[in-house]
C-alpha cells in the first residue's frame, strides 16, 4: 500500500512547501532537505524535475520502503 496520506501531510507542511521554492536550483529534495544526486533510473530523475523529491523519499512514499 501506498503511503499517500503520508505524503500528503509532507507536501502540505509548511516547510516543505517553503522548501519546495528553492529545491530544483539547490538540487536539494524538497521533503527531507537533503542534497538529491543520484537516482536510480531515468524515471526517478524525471520524477525528481516533476516533484522535487530525492530517490530515498521516491522509494519510501512511492514504493513502500525504507
Ligand atoms: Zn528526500
Redesign the pocket.
Known sequence: MYRIQELIGALSDKEVILRSYAAKSSNT?K??G?P?KSFRTTFSEFEYNISS??Q??QDYYYLNEE
Open positions: 529534495c521533503i527531507c537533503e538529491s523529491i530525492c530515498a523519499c
